[in-house]
């Protein structure tokens, strides 16, 4: 029920203008380096910082509202987000102060009910953090506000770029942190103990799928340690094919333990409605990708995913209608879905990747 209908985004970074934009369960960003796939996926994170009351903290983060608007404050006098999600929806109107920060010129609630018709409850103005999750405990549209901030907060915009020896999913994390999959796999370990322990049909399916890509890959090794605290830590490690001896996760490849981290978000249970993913293809070699494209055209159908990528193999899993476009029209950035009927004859010779390198569906750097 909180799958993204429609957005609208207004003066968010590159993004002058998108109205009422269409999402699908699958969604695949495409476009060349620099044209504001990146931004679109931001637009989620800033949307998740907001909906929490961390407005401030993460404008500062961006480097002000200067850098968050299109082309600065002097041409952009505000940013402006409207979503649509089941029958609700949410939208709000931020405003640059002076010291940089933001303040809310309009917050307000969507819902179209079968016997009140369409009601859009107001959440104030003049407000410096969102009034929603404060609204969802004791407002008086406090059930519409806990449906659009509990809808919200559950999507994840997954980010598995940093692999190296000091990455979050390397170190130890607390056992008690299992919940959900955090969107930096932080807390994989622990996760992944708890879907042996809960969900073993789960996990038995993510060993096998990783080991499609790693083939000498055995199993994970969750052992759970008691620290003086009383509190039980647990570390990511793993074994190889005919042996017992547990190995650290700075034995694995790069691309191996990304690989890992997205077939556990793919494949998690108890699935957020919406998935986000920047470039999942990355350090991974072409038979993972393929198999990779395999498993986001499978969890689409469980959750909306939504991911931006420059991979020719990676698009060659997928549909013409499954893609987005983005290009650069009058320095900024133009979203645009395709109709397959249109490349009919083509696909008769050529895949999508292909019809994509050759600059037909569009989506390549242009002079």
């Not at 995913?305 to 900024?332: C, H, W």
């Amino acid at each position: 029920m909180s799958k993204i209908k429609w957005l609208t985004i207004k003066g968010y970074k590159s993004i002058r203008s998108l109205e009422k934009f269409e999402l699908n369960n699958l969604n695949v960003l495409i476009g060349a380096n620099g044209v504001g796939k990146s931004n679109f996926v931001g637009y989620f994170k800033t949307l998740h910082e907001l909906v929490e009351g961390r407005l401030k903290v993460w404008t500062s983060k961006q480097g002000g509202a200067d850098r968050i608007l299109s082309y600065g404050i002097k041409e952009t006098a505000s940013f402006l987000s409207a979503i649509r999600f089941g029958d609700n929806g949410y939208a709000a109107e931020l405003v640059p102060t002076a010291d940089s920060s933001f303040t809310f010129n309009m917050e307000k609630l969507y819902f179209d009910g079968p016997y009140y018709g369409v009601t859009e409850p107001s959440l104030g103005s003049g407000h410096s953090e969102s009034n929603l999750k404060k609204e969802a405990k004791s407002g008086t549209s406090a059930k519409i506000a806990s449906f659009c901030y509990s809808a919200i907060s559950q999507w994840r915009v997954f980010h598995f770029h940093d692999t190296s020896d000091t990455a979050a999913m390397k170190r130890l994390c607390s056992v008690h942190d299992n919940e959900y999959l955090r969107t930096d796999a932080s807390n994989l370990a622990a996760y992944l103990y708890k879907l042996s322990k809960e969900s073993p049909e789960v996990y038995s399916q993510i060993r096998k799928t990783v080991r499609l890509a790693v083939p000498f890959f055995d199993d994970f090794v969750l052992r759970p340690i008691k620290l003086e605290t009383e509190e039980e830590q647990i570390r990511l490690l793993w074994k190889q094919l005919d042996s017992d001896y547990a190995l650290w996760p700075s034995q694995l490849s790069d691309g191996s333990i990304r690989f890992i981290c997205l077939v556990t978000a793919l494949m998690q249970p108890s699935a957020p409605s919406t998935i986000i993913i920047d470039e999942p293809e990355l350090g991974l070699h072409p038979y993972a990708i393929t198999l990779l494209g395999a498993l986001i055209r499978s969890a689409s159908l469980r959750m909306q995913v939504i991911i931006s990528t420059q991979s020719v193999p990676l698009l060659n899993e997928f549909e013409i209608d499954d893609l987005i476009v983005v290009e650069r029209e009058k320095g900024a950035s133009s979203f645009k879905r395709l109709d397959e009927s249109k490349f009919k004859v083509w696909l008769e010779d050529y895949s999508v990747g292909e019809l994509w390198e050759k600059n037909i569906i569009g989506g390549r750097p242009s002079k």
